[in-house]
């Protein structure tokens, strides 16, 4: 998977590349310099669908953890899953460990991460599907979102067989047996590590369907939340669009990006889409691909924010932890 990888990332960069230079810089940077540092505020507007997507992790979680802690842990999550060069659990790993600074049980917190992310799963496949109707309904189109639908068809059964073979028990266990013969019952990557007591964890939350329903509507909630940032950033590029377009817009966007997952950042693979799907809707090539950008400045900026306050929440801890020993002694 790692070569696939570093495979995509140069034929992202280069498609992404030749739009631009197809397009011409200077008006992109004309269309973009219109729209001016209102723009900015796109990048602490993120900050609220990434809000109603952790208070669905609060939730899981039993609200062992405050959830501004919890928000913080969010957005280091989503900038190391999206601009680091890591496997797509990445994100993940790091949200555990950090979750780890409040609440110590480590099967709970992974238990609580593991459910989260099926249920991310869950909602992006309603998100995409709602999008498609629309995009149909709108624009009274179905070729050109054809392929998007197929493959979202195709992929479903993959989402299920891993919600099954979770809810079923035990493959965690058997995953931690099977390290044990591979690494032995001393190596380091195992210490603390309890396959068994992570299955129940994870069956007594599968086995909750009105929180399970909960935190599937507030993450729901935040992706329609985040296809605001479409609308708002068209109508500062002069060319708005209706709320429907744009949530169509994104839902398609993030169903393309998902299937690239190959692709780190989706790099190429996103901005196509968007390019596309937005002139769907009567926008025009340059703006539409002005969107894109935008979208990725966005992401990049409010990315490297949490991961600046990643480090320094590191030190922080290090130091805190190092006073606490010394204290001790």
């Given at each position: ?282 926008v025009d090539r340059e703006v539409a691909l002005s969107l894109a950008l935008v979208k990725r400045m966005r992401e990049v900026l409010f990315g ?26």
């Amino acid at each position: 998977m790692k070569w696939l990888q570093w495979a995509g990332l140069p034929v992202g960069i280069a498609i992404l590349i030749g739009l631009v230079l197809h397009e011409g810089v200077a008006g992109l940077i004309q269309v973009i310099g219109q729209a001016g540092y209102a723009l900015l505020w796109l990048v602490p507007f993120h900050a609220l669908p990434l809000l109603l997507d952790a208070y669905a992790w609060h939730l899981l979680l039993g609200r062992r953890a405050s959830l501004v802690f919890l928000w913080w842990v969010a957005t280091v999550r989503e900038a190391v899953s999206r601009l680091l060069p890591v496997a797509g659990i990445g994100g993940e790993i790091v949200g555990i460990r950090l979750a780890r600074w409040r609440v110590t049980d480590l099967s709970g917190v992974s238990a609580s991460v593991i459910v989260e992310v099926m249920v991310t799963m869950a909602v992006q496949y309603a998100f995409s599907a709602l999008a498609l109707i629309l995009i149909v309904a709108s624009t009274h189109r179905a070729d050109g979102v054809g392929t998007i639908g197929l493959a979202l068809l195709l992929s479903l059964p993959l989402p299920v067989i891993a919600v099954v073979l979770v809810r079923r028990g035990g493959v965690f266990h058997a995953i931690e047996r099977w390290a044990v013969k591979l690494l032995g019952a001393s190596s380091s990557l195992l210490q603390g590590m309890d396959g068994r007591q992570l299955d129940a964890d994870i069956d007594a939350l599968m086995c909750r369907a009105g929180l399970l329903m909960r935190a599937f509507l507030w993450q729901l909630g935040g992706y329609l939340l985040g296809a605001f940032e479409a609308y708002w950033a068209l109508q500062l590029l002069g060319h708005p669009v209706s709320l429907t377009a744009a949530l169509a817009i994104e839902g398609l966007t993030q169903a393309v990006r998902h299937a690239a997952f190959f692709v780190p950042a989706g790099v190429g693979v996103q901005d196509v889409a968007v390019v596309l799907l937005a002139q769907l809707f009567g926008v025009d090539r340059e703006v539409a691909l002005s969107l894109a950008l935008v979208k990725r400045m966005r992401e990049v900026l409010f990315g490297c924010a949490a991961l600046v306050s990643w480090q320094v929440a590191e030190v922080w801890w290090r130091n805190s932890s190092s006073r606490v020993v010394g204290v001790g002694e």
